[in-house]
């Protein structure tokens, strides 16, 4: 049997994946067991922010692995603390607790904020039409996709999702009962879509209205993604809690949720706990993450590549009006949404050796490795012009 029906054989059929069996990366390509070379503009779902074998990265892995890999939260870690450190050093944030997954961030988070609205009388949670905040039980009762929630009700109570950008719906909604509203600043899932400055002027009104928390789903397009450490800092909102994960565990799973002075002193010994999360080993890789961000200045490079890679989609919009609708998004987390489906588009790509995605059916999106150079974004365009001229 190929691998293909290796997978097909044995696993939940719960993925639909990529005809594709990768060998090994090294900074912004893939290399197939045949050889092929693939630009990744796709970036391990926004993942991979150093790219693969980053010197670095495999360095801390490999230090902190001949140390320990696991002894449990009931020890102090020093990676752990490490990150920690460097995290609300740079995040502004009072306190953080470290997961291995970002569904379990938001998990965290909602339990935080349930915790901090049973003091307060609180227990309504509001959020947005078209996010995608994880495939947990919590984070599913905060979704309107039937995509996602066929067949798995009934969901959390006092949920609440109202359309996106729309003020008037989330004035109806929101009350003295709203112990926390949940947003993508810029969602990813859905679309590359950000919120409008009407909804962010509101959310800032009300919030002062009904003290209810802000939560803000940084899972996709936080630390460093967009230029900024978070999304949010593209948008006057200043959030009580947040949440991370992808790339900041260099590619190991880990994730967290922060909480300001607000809900700083809400949970206590044993309340809230996990095995595995903030893991050492990810932790050391993260240190990595952080120390790139900030002292190799990553985040602005991304910033600045963010811009370039923007500009060029934008020419193309102009060369091809009738296939592309809107270029959207803030720097390495774009999405260019076409007149039709995406799929065929990124599995031409893909056969001329450049990796990328479709989301929300008819967007293009663009989560590459931050460390991506000009010369590839040239490449990629270069290739997508090309093949969006062989669109009828
Ligand atoms: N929130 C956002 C914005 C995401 O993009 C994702 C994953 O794509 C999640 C939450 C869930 O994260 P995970 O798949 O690590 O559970």
């Not at 991979?48 to 892995?61: E, K, R, W």
């Not at 002894?71 to 990150?83: D, G, V």
């Not at 206590?268 to 961000?293: D, K, R, W, Y």
């Not at 102009?318 to 588009?345: A, D, H, N, Q």
């Amino acid at each position: 049997m190929n691998i293909s029906d290796r997978e097909a054989a044995y696993f939940f059929h719960t993925y639909k994946r990529i005809p594709l069996e990768i060998d090994r990366g090294e900074g912004v390509y893939l290399w197939t067991k045949d050889g092929k070379q693939f630009l990744d503009l796709f970036g391990g779902l926004a993942v991979n922010a150093l790219g693969y074998a980053h010197p670095g990265v495999l360095s801390a892995i490999n230090e902190q692995a001949k140390r320990y890999i696991h002894l449990s939260n009931y020890f102090l870690q020093e990676p752990q603390i490490r990150l920690g450190e460097l995290i609300i050093k740079h995040s502004g944030f009072k306190r953080v607790f470290l997961t291995n997954s970002g569904t379990e961030a938001i998990e965290g988070a909602l339990k935080l904020a349930r915790k901090w609205g049973k003091k307060h009388g609180k227990n309504e949670f509001v959020a947005f039409s078209n996010a995608f905040h994880g495939r947990t039980m919590g984070a599913l009762s905060l979704m309107d996709r039937e995509k996602y929630k066929d067949g798995y009700e009934p969901f959390l109570p006092n949920c609440y999702v109202v359309q996106h950008n729309d003020v008037e719906a989330l004035r109806k909604t929101v009350n003295d009962k709203t112990a926390a509203v949940l947003l993508e600043c810029i969602q990813g899932e859905g679309g590359i879509r950000p919120a409008s400055a009407d909804l962010v002027k509101e959310l800032v009104q009300l919030k002062k209205e009904h003290g209810f928390l802000l939560i803000a789903d940084e899972i996709q397009s936080g630390l460093g993604r967009t230029g900024k450490f978070f999304g949010f800092e593209h948008f006057d909102l200043k959030p009580d809690i947040v949440t991370v994960a992808k790339p900041i565990g260099g590619g190991l799973p880990l994730g967290g949720f922060l909480g300001n002075e607000e809900v700083a002193e809400v949970l206590s010994p044993g309340v809230h706990g996990t095995t595995f999360g903030g893991n050492p080993v990810a932790c050391a890789a993260g240190c990595v993450v952080m120390q790139e961000l900030f002292d190799n200045k990553l985040m602005q490079h991304a910033g600045m590549m963010g811009e370039y890679f923007k500009s060029k989609l934008l020419e193309l919009k102009l060369e091809f009006p009738s296939l592309v609708k809107e270029v959207r998004g803030f720097g390495l987390m774009l999405g260019m949404e076409l007149t039709r489906e995406g799929e065929t588009i990124v599995s031409t790509l893909r056969d001329r050796g450049i990796l990328l995605n479709c989301t929300d059916v008819t967007v293009l999106r663009f989560l590459p490795p931050l460390i991506i150079k000009k010369e590839h974004i040239d490449y990629g365009v270069k290739e997508l012009r090309s093949v969006l001229a062989l669109q009828g």
